[in-house]
């Protein structure tokens, strides 16, 4: 028994001192399985296909977004084109005088709710400033009521004071005329001024929307404007019935002009808002494909390095047991 176990360590010792080839082959596959269990020899590849998987969900989100907006721009589209008959009737009455010289000016910027639409929202906060600083002075007082969230986050930061109300979720529900004029009917009773300046983006195209300012005169301003001749001065021309007075007759033609031009600005941007989106959501899609596109080539490329290291080391392995 002695010799026995005296032979079986002398084995052991010689094994250990001058070790077989294929004792070490062995050794280096366990080796090459420990660290693929790891992650160590594929961590890149891993992230890349991770990578890849985030961008392909993230195109699938744009194109699904892409098709809602364009669903809900043919639906939005015919109103706002319908609607554009009721203000230039007004217009042609009552004119459009941006450049008149008033002491309480009241902004009103219209935007959405929602972001991932391009810089429409941007765009309106830049011109209601832009407004703001053309009619300020020390006998002019400038006020605003914002319509949407984005403008509010962005004219809360400098002009908090100057806020008189903020209204969101009008696109809630399917936009009509009776709730923009009920929100007119508020606004015409709790604001007081001389000019509302209307400030929204007029839909063009599905790529195109141009910021347009549409200004509403309080009766007193159109009677002070008709009086001193210029655009408003053919209101004289025209013969009163009925027994109202034209003072009354300029304070329900204002009210509802305000009413028309506010229907027809909510629509516009609605509609601009919503062909903004698809514009934006296709390029998003674009922009995932091209990422996608570079992301599959370094996946194979890193798989390739792999798959050659691994044929290396077979083959070393294999020369290193022949000879």
Excluded: H
Excluded at 81 to 103: C, H, I, M, Y
Excluded at 166 to 173: A, D, G, P, V, Y
């Amino acid at each position: 028994m002695a010799m026995s176990a005296l032979r079986r360590e002398g084995r052991r010792l010689t094994s250990i001192v001058s070790p077989n080839p294929i004792n070490l082959l062995r050794a280096s596959v366990v080796s090459s399985e420990e660290q693929t269990s790891l992650g160590v020899r594929y961590i890149s590849t891993q992230i890349v296909r991770n990578r890849m998987k985030s961008v392909k969900n993230i195109q699938k989100i744009t194109k699904a977004m892409k098709m809602v907006a364009a669903s809900k721009l043919r639906q939005v589209q015919s109103k706002t084109e319908n609607s554009r008959g009721l203000w230039q009737p007004f217009t042609a009455l009552l004119g459009d005088s941006p450049s008149v010289d008033v002491k309480k000016n009241v902004i009103i910027t219209i935007s959405s709710d929602k972001g991932l639409c391009g810089g429409i929202n941007t765009t309106s906060v830049k011109v209601s400033r832009a407004l703001r600083k053309m009619n300020d002075g020390p006998d002019c007082e400038t006020k605003y009521i914002i319509l949407g969230e984005k403008a509010k986050l962005q004219l809360i930061r400098d002009s908090k004071m100057d806020i008189d109300l903020c209204i969101s979720e009008l696109q809630k529900n399917p936009l009509n005329y009776t709730q923009v004029s009920a929100l007119a009917d508020d606004i015409l009773k709790n604001v007081q001024f001389d000019a509302l300046r209307i400030v929204f983006n007029k839909f063009s195209s599905v790529v195109s929307f141009l910021p347009t300012v549409s200004t509403v005169l309080s009766p007193q301003i159109i009677e002070r404007e008709s009086e001193a001749g210029g655009s408003l001065g053919e209101l004289d021309s025209y013969e009163i019935e009925g027994g109202e007075t034209k003072s009354e007759i300029l304070q329900n033609l204002a009210e509802f002009q305000f009413s028309c031009v506010m229907f027809n600005a909510v629509l516009e941007n609605a509609c601009s808002e919503q062909g903004a989106r698809m514009s934006a959501m296709d390029s998003s899609s674009r922009n995932a494909g091209e990422m996608l596109d570079r992301l599959t080539l370094t996946y194979n490329r890193t798989r390739q390095a792999s798959i050659t290291t691994e044929l290396i080391e077979i083959i070393s392995g294999a020369s290193a047991l022949e000879g």
